[in-house]
């Protein structure tokens, strides 16, 4: 439903207008949290908005970078979406160590960690004046003069045409794509768009499935249980844990388009099973806690050389591209229900599996 309203008004509103109400998002979900006297419920609303933020963002970055990038860099630019969130995460370790290791005052404290999530979005509203519309949206409000100035800005002669045409094509089928009664009436009919479905929505439940999220979430409390005593400590080494995942996803995409997508899937799905066991063994038979940080870390790198930054490229390549959209929205909807439950689920496991 979220990714349905979202679609629509970047559609209405054009790829700009969607990220400028993600970022005004971002700033009331935070703004909500660090008020003076907020309660649970405040603070709960403030999460939920955080959370249809962060769904509408995985929909709108990556369309705005693939309507507007030339074809020749397209890969990489979309690859440098993941890189940057996980580089974005490990400046949040960073500040949570520096914020807890200077001050003292706890409430205080912790108002300034998240307010410090109020960064990213007021930047990018400032320079959003200055960022282009697609060439694609605009072609399908007839807006071509538009549409071709942007292309001879970021693409060069012999790019040009090609840019435009695949823009015209794109908002031709964008055009003719069905309505959700009618996707939803050939959904249950034909078992070939059902197929592609279970494929993409296995993609979807395996990205999270696979533990990395709680990994990351979790990954000083983990140390802590491992036998590190200091918390603050657990923090630090957790930035090089983090920019495993880095290197990683650099590595994918390198690789992808020459040992191609589904080599570096399997590869990166036997890895991270190996290393999920080596980290329960580090856990259970009471190891040095260095020997957790060194699971942790690998089972990064093993998740983002294929299953992080190709999940959602995969399904997509997988979906006819008249109902593309519609898939992906389902795609992404279980996504993000397996990331909830393994958030969930992951404290619950540590209490009474923990040998401490």
């Not at 405040?42 to 990038?69: D, H, K, N, P």
Request: with cysteine; net charge positive.
């Amino acid at each position: 439903y979220q990714r349905r309203v979202h679609g629509t008004v970047a559609d209405l509103l054009g790829r700009r207008g969607g990220i400028a109400i993600v970022s005004f998002m971002f700033i009331l979900s935070i703004a909500l949290q660090i008020l003076p006297g907020v309660n649970y419920g405040l603070l709960m609303t403030g999460r939920v908005v955080m959370g249809l933020g962060m769904g509408s963002t995985f929909v709108i970055s990556q369309a705005y970078v693939a309507e507007l990038s030339p074809l020749d860099i397209r890969g990489a630019l979309l690859s440098f979406t993941d890189i940057c969130i996980n580089l974005g995460a490990v400046l949040g370790f960073l500040a949570a160590f520096g914020i807890r290791a200077g001050m003292d005052d706890v409430e205080l404290r912790w108002r300034i960690i998240l307010g410090l999530g109020l960064v990213p979005p007021i930047v990018v509203l400032a320079i959003l004046p200055f960022m282009p519309e697609t060439p694609q949206w605009l072609i399908t409000r007839n807006r071509l003069a538009e549409a071709a100035h942007i292309v001879r800005r970021v693409a060069s002669e012999r790019e040009e045409r090609a840019m435009l045409a695949e823009a015209r094509e794109l908002a031709a089928e964008g055009a003719a794509s069905p309505s959700w009664t009618a996707f939803l009436t050939e959904l249950r009919a034909g078992w070939a768009l059902q197929r592609v479905m279970l494929l993409g929505l296995g993609l979807g439940v395996m990205h999270q499935t696979t533990g990395n999220e709680a990994v990351m979430y979790y990954s000083p409390r983990i140390l802590v249980q491992a036998g590190l005593q200091d918390y603050d400590t657990a923090l630090l080494v957790n930035v090089p844990i983090q920019l495993f995942k880095v290197f990683g996803e650099i590595i994918a995409a390198v690789l992808a388009d020459r040992v191609g997508r589904r080599a570096l899937l399997i590869a990166s799905s036997f890895s991270v099973a190996a290393t999920n066991v080596f980290l329960g063994l580090a856990f259970q038979l009471g190891w040095h806690w260095w020997t957790a940080a060194v699971g942790q870390a690998l089972n990064c790198l093993a998740f983002a050389i294929g299953i992080a930054p190709l999940t959602f490229g995969v399904a997509a390549e997988l979906c006819p591209r008249c109902s593309r959209g519609k898939l992906l929205a389902f795609v992404i909807c279980i996504n993000r229900l397996a990331a909830g439950l393994v958030v969930l689920v992951f404290p619950l496991l540590e209490a009474r599996t923990s040998p401490q």
